[in-house]
């Protein structure tokens, strides 16, 4: 079974850090590009960041640019997010995603950063 | 960049056919055979629905289709059923970035 478990979520005060991941299993997953989208509560989904199979390519949405860090270790069947000078506004829920050529199949089941003091 | 342009909600009974549209740009949506749909129910992951337009996963309902036409993408859900009422994102690839979400649509089974 295809499955992704994200972990590494907590409480983190303004300015904080955090890093999440992401362990995979059920398919090759050096083979596959990944990406992180987060969802804030109550609100709709938003893409954060991709990395390609070799980590050769990285993506950034803007409004986390040059804070956020994204790595994988394909040995470890794991995908990460170094998330530093952490923003209320980045209180959400992270999932990491496959994709597939342009489509997200399979999702995590999230994990929640609340930024707050 | 602007998300894509959902309805914030839709509604119908069930056996009916619901129709939720999904407006971009020739920059994204209308770029290209790149727009997804996926499922979400309260506190749970995105599923995905469609992807590349119209194309269903395999254990998709082929209640479930997609269209597009010009810079606006389609999900129909015909023979609707209590189960579908969820929340309802596109996406679609762009010229800037990976992907672009829609704002999300809540369905309502009336």
């Known amino acids: 079974e295809v499955q992704l478990v994200e972990s590494g979520g907590g409480l983190v005060q303004p300015g904080g850090s955090l890093r999440l991941s992401c362990a995979a299993s059920?398919?090759?997953?050096?083979?596959?590009?990944m990406n992180w989208v987060r969802q804030a509560p109550g609100k709709g989904l938003e893409w954060v960041s991709y990395?390609?199979?070799?980590?050769?390519?990285?993506y950034y949405a803007d409004s986390v640019k040059g804070r956020f860090t994204i790595s994988r270790d394909n040995a470890k069947n794991s995908l990460y997010l170094q998330m530093n000078s952490l923003r209320a506004e980045d209180t959400a829920v992270y999932y990491c995603?496959?994709?597939?050529?342009?489509?997200?199949?399979?999702w995590g089941q999230g994990t929640l950063v609340t930024v707050s003091s | 960049q602007s998300a894509l342009t959902q309805p914030a909600s839709v509604s119908g009974s069930p056996g009916q056919s619901i129709t939720i549209s999904c407006t971009g740009t020739?920059?994204?949506?209308?770029?290209?055979?790149?727009v997804s749909w996926y499922q979400q129910y309260p506190g749970k992951a995105p599923k995905l629905m469609i992807y590349?337009?119209?194309n269903r996963p395999s254990g998709v309902s082929n209640r479930f289709s997609g269209s597009k036409s010009g810079n606006t993408a389609s999900l129909t859900i015909s023979g609707l059923q209590a189960e579908d009422e969820a929340d309802y994102y596109c996406?679609?690839?762009?010229?800037?970035?990976?992907?672009?979400f829609g704002g999300g649509t809540k369905l309502t089974v009336l």
């Open positions: 995603a496959r994709i597939s050529f342009n489509w997200f199949d399979p």
């Open positions: 059920g398919f090759t997953f050096s083979s596959h590009s």
């Open positions: 990395i390609s199979s070799s980590s050769s390519s990285i």
């Open positions: 020739s920059s994204d949506v209308g770029g290209g055979h790149y």
């Open positions: 590349e337009v119209s």
């Open positions: 996406s679609s690839y762009t010229n800037s970035s990976p992907v672009l």
